[in-house]
């Protein structure tokens, strides 16, 4: 097994004992984004749609680092602090997915990190 830890300073640093991502066989297992501006790891302003494209601009920058895009994604996992947001999610993806669309799960959870309303991981074949 070839495995490799990915890591750009293009999307948010690690605030914790993880990678941004490992890259296994053909695999990438990107950690949980969160809506953290890269170059001042603190939250963006603005709505929760201004959230979530920061989290998928975090992914696409990670997923880039490793070799692929956005369009590589077959699965990810959305957290939220309140499932009403999922519809501003449904939109964004829409703008940056395009069909087949990634398998997907979404949990709301009573808290994240550095108090995000919106969490994304995501798994992608290269």
Do not use: C
């Not at 296994?24 to 950690?31: A, N």
């Not at 809506?35 to 880039?64: K, S």
């Not at 997915?97 to 398998?103: I, K, N, T």
């Amino acid at each position: 097994m070839s495995r490799r830890s990915v890591a750009t300073d293009a999307a948010p640093a690690a605030i914790g004992t993880y990678s941004q991502a490992i890259a296994v066989d053909g695999m990438v297992f990107i950690s949980g984004q969160i809506p953290l501006h890269p170059a001042t790891m603190e939250m963006v302003a603005g709505d929760m749609r201004a959230h979530v494209v920061q989290v998928f601009d975090n992914l696409q920058a990670v997923a880039r680092a490793a070799g692929g895009d956005l369009d590589r994604i077959v699965k990810l996992t959305v957290y939220l602090t309140d499932l009403g947001d999922f519809g501003t999610v449904n939109e964004v993806m829409a703008d940056r997915f395009s069909d087949p669309y990634p398998a997907r799960a979404a949990v709301q959870v009573a808290a994240l990190p550095k108090g995000a309303r919106v969490e994304v991981d995501a798994i992608l074949r290269l």
